[in-house]
């Protein structure tokens, strides 16, 4: 069974601080996809990274980065220099392509990120 | 990315009665589907929407409460029937675009009175 656990239910840091949410997964399978989205105030969920399980590269967007790591089967997700635009809901996400469910997404529970002026 | 848009944004129905949900895409997609996101909850699929056939239901989920269409390769639509306050929540449709990654809508929330 699949399984995305974001341990930090709530954060909260003061504009400019860097964050880093912490995303761990489970899988028996060795090919997989790995997601972050995120989820504004406003409800709607917005595509930030896909990575797959043979590319342990870690990426750089602007402000955004994300340490994957297969040993420690993390995918975290830093924003440097935060900003207020910044708050929000972010939602880790795993996609195991095996049988007939092969964009079955399954979700961590979130990491409601607030950052203050 | 895609263009995916869902009517209505928001709604306030009674409990007993049903809400269909509309998603539409800018363009053709074959793999569409459904989540449902209960107040202060992660996603949950519901279903994957299948063109010119019966949808395909996750365990807990059943086509009685939740009838899906789908009748082309651009809309969807989701029923929420015979309502209850425990159907209040943010319902989402997505599609896979390239690079097998899900986009999707921007959700449509649901109060049930």
């Known amino acids: 069974a699949q399984k995305v656990t974001q341990a930090q239910t709530e954060i909260s840091v003061v504009e400019k601080e860097d964050v880093t949410l912490d995303c761990v997964y489970e899988?028996?399978?060795?090919?997989?996809?790995l997601f972050w989205y995120k989820q504004p105030p406003s409800g709607e969920l917005v595509f930030l990274i896909r990575r797959n399980s043979f590319d342990e590269q870690n990426e750089i967007s602007g402000r955004y980065s994300w340490n994957f790591q297969k040993s420690t089967s993390s995918f975290n997700f830093t924003i440097t220099a935060s900003q207020v635009v910044d708050s929000a809901v972010y939602f880790c996400?795993?996609?195991?392509?095996?049988?007939?469910?092969?964009?079955?997404?399954?979700f961590g529970k979130g990491t409601l990120l607030t950052v203050n002026p | 990315s895609a263009v995916i848009s869902q009517k209505p944004s928001r709604d306030i129905c009674q409990r007993g009665t049903s809400l269909t949900i509309q998603c539409q895409v800018d363009s053709q997609v074959t793999m569409m589907f459904w989540y449902r996101q209960q107040p202060g909850q992660s996603l949950t699929l519901i279903a994957t929407?299948?063109?010119?056939?019966?949808?395909?239901?996750e365990s807990g989920f059943v086509i009685d409460k939740f009838p899906i269409s789908r009748p082309n390769l651009t809309f969807s639509t989701l029923t929420v029937s015979n309502m209850s306050p425990e159907d209040s929540s943010i319902y989402l449709c997505?599609?896979?675009?390239?690079?097998?990654?899900?986009?999707f809508g921007p959700g449509t929330r649901l109060t049930v009175l």
């Open positions: 997505s599609v896979v675009r390239l690079t097998d990654t899900q986009y």
């Open positions: 929407a299948n063109q010119g056939s019966e949808a395909t239901y």
């Open positions: 996400a795993l996609n195991t392509p095996t049988g007939g469910s092969n964009y079955k997404l399954t």
């Open positions: 899988t028996r399978d060795t090919t997989y996809y």
